[in-house]
């Protein structure tokens, strides 16, 4: 059976959209997706990402954990002084002096909001809480008045939601409420559910529950056995008018309901989903590259909306369709989600106008001193190749964008590599614009490279991944090189392109390396752990 495709591609609702099938979206990529391991992000990056974020329309963003350390509250608290649009929402334990905190870091937001949280399933309340139902009602009472009495707007959450008793789980519901609560979530914290008992999870509560119908009620789903996107449509179906989730489904574990796909499932099944958001579509691309340059955390190429491949067609069968109708074999449009829907080629006599509008058609928007350092580094990447493609400008940008703010970076790299070892490497970088040199030997010149790094920056690390791949084809190509360090427990993945594999590993490794410095820094003062 075929469906008729409108001409961007997108079904929309035929009829009016209406307020009541508003779906309110609640980012949490910079809370719970910053809790990846390795996924942290500077204080520089949070605020980029936060105003990405409001050009999107995104409704609510959960801009961080302010009890879980000083980096954490003052990220909160910067974002809530430049945003002026979306909610800027941060996240509190049952505890008052974690809904202080929060409340102190919101301060400034013009729409600001208390989000907190108590687990009410069996074994949370027996292992980790060692609470009785009641103890845990007093605790929702008490902690919900407490919110509601510093911010009008009040989230309360039932962590591990899916299995909580039902019948406790409306009680519970009911404290919230009645304690001030103005939206309540009711998160498939292990991704457990399933997508038809997730949505009967909702309205049952919805049904039963006394004044149900003054709150949003909110989803927020991990993604544990793949279902995170699906159980999401389903609580929004069974009643719940708002979806937390993540750009490119960053968070604990399997991580959350992948923002992009929740939104573009909502506009292109209009037909049969008749809900609607507020996002616009044309600003994910650029946010899901900025969240995989930042965090160092690649998209897979068939990722669905912003994977390298959802838009391409290799098969001679699906090329043909595609010449003679597009919709034949796209639901959606690439420039919907902002994806260029070309591949144009550029070489060393494009000039900068031309590759301003090349990273535009792309989904940047770079500032006028990241634009010139961007072109510069465009025209040595094009003297090195005879055709530069997109996404070797996107490696590019990335590449750039993720090394940024590093304090230290790679300044000089020679390698005396073949068959004849051992294999040799010298090393110059720059800390905090001090500059360090070293050379060392290895079993390889990846070995040697990063023996040299050692020397130069002393460190615990263990090395859990390298990965190295071609960003176009041909021996000009780029190296993208992903690297994945643990020191203690922290875990801080790098990123980096170069023509040269040998010059990309080492800076990887660097980047790596500076984000597991600023992940200790941000964890020594005060570790906390949670996730919905």
């Known amino acids: 059976m075929t469906h008729p495709v409108s001409e961007s591609a ?52 959960e801009a961080g954990f302010p009890i879980a350390s000083n980096g954490d509250f003052e990220a909160v608290r910067a974002i809530s002084g430049i945003v002026t649009e979306s909610i800027v929402c941060g996240l509190a334990r049952a505890g008052m002096a974690d809904i202080d905190r929060c409340a102190e870091a919101i301060k400034k937001a013009r729409r600001g909001r208390i989000h907190t949280f108590l687990s009410t399933s069996p074994g949370h309340r027996d292992h980790i809480l060692h609470a009785s139902q009641e103890d845990i009602l007093d605790m929702i009472t008490k ?59 909702f309205r049952d509560v919805i049904a039963n529950v006394d004044n149900a119908d003054t709150v949003i009620f909110s989803t927020h789903c991990h993604n544990d056995l793949g279902l995170a996107v699906a159980n999401s449509l389903s609580g929004v179906q069974g009643g719940a ?28 099944r209009g037909d049969h989903l008749r809900f609607h958001t507020g996002i616009e579509t044309q600003h994910i691309t650029r946010a899901s590259r900025y969240v995989s340059a930042i965090t160092g955390f690649p998209v ?15 098969s001679g069968i699906h090329q043909d369709g595609m010449l003679k109708d597009r919709g034949t074999y796209e639901i959606m449009q690439p420039e919907d989600v902002g994806q ?23 989904g940047y928007e770079l500032g006028a001193n990241a634009l ?9 990447l094009a003297d090195k190749k005879k055709h530069v493609f997109d996404d070797d400008i996107v490696a590019l940008v990335d590449d750039a964008l993720a090394s940024s703010a590093d304090r230290v970076q790679v300044k000089h790299l020679r390698v005396i590599a073949g068959t004849e070892g051992p294999q040799q490497a010298f090393l110059t970088v720059t800390i905090e614009g001090v500059e360090k040199s070293a050379n060392a030997t290895g079993d390889g010149p990846v070995d040697a490279v990063f023996n040299a790094i ?36 922290r875990i801080a993945t790098g990123t980096a392109a ?35």
């Open 143 to 201: 902690s919900v008045t407490h919110a509601r009495n510093l911010c009008g707007d009040v989230e309360w959450s039932a962590q591990d939601a899916t299995r909580t008793e039902q019948d406790f789980l409306r009680r519970c519901v009911d404290a919230a409420i009645k304690a001030g609560a103005t939206t309540i979530n009711l998160p498939d914290t292990v991704g457990y559910s399933y997508p038809s008992e997730y949505a009967d999870m």
């Open 300 to 314: 897979q190429f068939n990722k669905a909306i912003v994977g390298k491949n959802a838009f391409a067609h290799e």
């Open 498 to 532: 170069d023509t040269d594999t040998l010059t990309a590993s080492a800076k990887a490794y660097v980047n790596a390396l500076n984000n597991l410095f600023a992940r200790k820094e941000k964890s020594a003062p005060n570790k906390v752990a949670s996730g919905f």
């Open 454 to 489: 050692h020397a130069v920056i002393p460190h615990q690390a263990v090395l859990r991944l390298f990965q190295v791949h071609a960003v176009t084809e041909g021996t000009d190509a780029q190296a993208q090189v992903s690297v994945r360090l643990e020191d203690d427990g």
């Open 372 to 380: 010139n350092e961007a072109f510069q580094r465009f025209k040595d």
């Open 340 to 362: 260029g829907g070309s591949n144009l080629v550029m070489g060393k006599h494009s000039g900068r106008h031309a590759f301003r509008e090349k990273l535009k058609d792309l």
């Open 241 to 268: 008018r708002q979806v937390e989730c993540a750009v490119n489904g960053i968070g604990e574990r399997a991580g959350n309901a992948a923002l992009e796909e929740n939104v573009m499932a909502l506009k292109v």
């Open 10 to 61: 997108v079904a929309e609702p035929a009829a009016a959209k209406s307020a009541a099938d508003r779906v309110i979206v609640f980012d949490t990529t910079m809370r719970d997706g910053e809790q990846s391991p390795g996924a942290s992000m500077s204080h520089d990056e949070k605020l980029e990402l936060a105003k990405i974020l409001e050009d999107m329309k995104v409704d609510v963003i």
